[in-house]
């Protein structure tokens, strides 16, 4: 009986084990971002502290999970073996960073940000979550192209040959469905999770080589001063440009994806920045405000897209990328770079308060006390508005043109052209 039992138990964690995994994940990075908080107020800490507990137990979740089916998980039989092999990759990397920091803290006591058990830690979360987008699009891929066939088919059968009703909703049979409601709910949770995921990690890169928080008594990894305002300067606004307008592009039929990116990156933040911190607690509704540049292009793509799909009667989509070619020829570009200015603009609020120190490192040079960061930082933008726009508003365009040119690179092809037909069939089918 516990044989069976026990078997049962492995078979659901193998089943909803990526999902489980990115709960773990964003478990650990709370826990290393509140860390961050814990080093601007100099709290005590030891490996055993609160953010380090949170950290590791996060690391055990994600790790514990992937191990138990790790025989499945590297199976040749297995689709996603190659992805599985970034995540055993990134747990290794996971595993290795925890005694790596235990004998860093007896080392050396109070570590800083920029450390190599840190750096370590960051790389081995960002490999597991690469693998897990990777199985995630995969999942949604293979689901979107057994869509196609079958309606495909069904359109043949029917003897229809007017193929571009082919992107009329109305006309997709549902008859055989692929997934039943919650398995679509879960794949659509662990999609939203895995962004958002991927998001503070690239975010907490940019932090851990621009924020002046590395020097101890037995070493100095501060990066200069000045070439941290740049990596600020322009990095953040060309994250969020280019990562929200590829989600915009690859995943065009999850409109609310945006939305749902955005906000839980602001509550991650909020919860571990702001309100952690006693100094800033008060400013948690300003920043809760950061949502409103993805509420404004979530509605307006919303309604653009409204347009778009039901004034214009478009040639039939192929997997080569007409909606991509759509893009190029203008539909979509002008509405590209509108998105990219405002995330861009907004960065500079979005990335309160810890751009203060960034910021006030190179400009003013003074030690920051924690009752004054809300002044420094209003000072800092009264002072050096215009170049601190005008960084932004580089940054932003610089993303846009990255993701345009095809730099960054769409995680499935099938994705582009089928996510919204996918997404809204079984939405309409399930009210």
């Not at 199976?75 to 960073?97: E, M, Q, V």
Request: net charge positive; glycine share 6%; with cysteine.
């Amino acid at each position: 009986m516990s044989i069976i039992s026990l078997q049962a138990f492995s078979d659901i964690l193998y089943r909803y084990q990526n999902l489980i995994i990115i709960f773990g994940l964003i478990i650990s990075f709370s826990g290393g971002s509140w860390d961050i908080t814990f080093h601007i107020l100099s709290q005590p800490e030891s490996f055993f502290s609160y953010p380090h507990t949170l950290v590791y137990t996060g690391i055990f979740i994600v790790i514990s999970t992937f191990f138990i089916n790790l025989r499945k998980n590297i199976s040749n039989k297995n689709p996603h073996r190659k992805a599985n092999f970034l995540i055993l990759s990134g747990t290794i990397l996971i595993l290795s960073a925890g005694p790596f920091d235990f004998s860093w803290h007896l080392k050396f006591g109070l570590d800083g940000l920029l450390s190599p058990p840190h750096v370590t830690l960051l790389t081995g979360w960002m490999l597991v979550g690469l693998g897990n987008l990777w199985i995630t699009n995969n999942l949604i891929d293979s689901i979107l192209l057994q869509n196609k066939k079958s309606n495909t088919r069904n359109f043949a059968d029917k003897g229809d040959t007017n193929y571009h009703d082919f992107d009329n909703l109305s006309t997709l049979d549902h008859s055989n469905n692929l997934l039943d409601k919650n398995e679509q709910t879960i794949l659509k949770i662990q999609l939203i999770l895995t962004l958002s995921f991927i998001l503070v990690i690239l975010s907490g890169f940019i932090y851990f080589f621009t924020l002046p928080f590395s020097e101890t008594q037995f070493y100095n990894y501060n990066p200069n001063p000045l070439v941290a305002l740049f990596v600020y300067g322009f990095g953040f606004p060309l994250l969020f440009s280019s990562f929200f307008i590829s989600i915009l592009k690859n995943y065009p039929g999850f409109k609310e994806l945006i939305l749902l990116v955005g906000s839980f990156y602001i509550i991650i933040m909020l919860l571990t920045q702001i309100i952690s911190n006693p100094f800033l607690i008060g400013f948690s509704w300003y920043y809760i405000l950061n949502i409103i540049p993805f509420v404004t292009i979530y509605l307006h793509n919303k309604k653009q897209s409204r347009k778009t799909f039901t004034e214009i009667n478009f040639p039939p989509l192929s997997l080569s990328g007409n909606l991509e070619n759509r893009t190029k020829n203008g539909i979509h570009s002008k509405i590209y770079i509108f998105y990219a200015l405002i995330l861009a603009i907004f960065s500079f609020t979005i990335c309160f308060p810890l751009n203060t120190y960034i910021l006030n490192e190179e400009l003013y040079g003074y030690l920051v006390y924690q009752n004054l960061v809300s002044k420094v930082y209003a000072q800092l933008f009264a002072d050096y508005f215009i170049i601190v726009m005008t960084m932004s508003i580089v940054g932003g365009l610089l993303g846009y043109d990255l993701v345009m040119s095809g730099v960054i690179v769409r995680p499935s092809k099938y994705m582009v052209i089928r996510m919204r037909q996918y997404f809204t069939a079984h939405r309409d089918k399930d009210r």
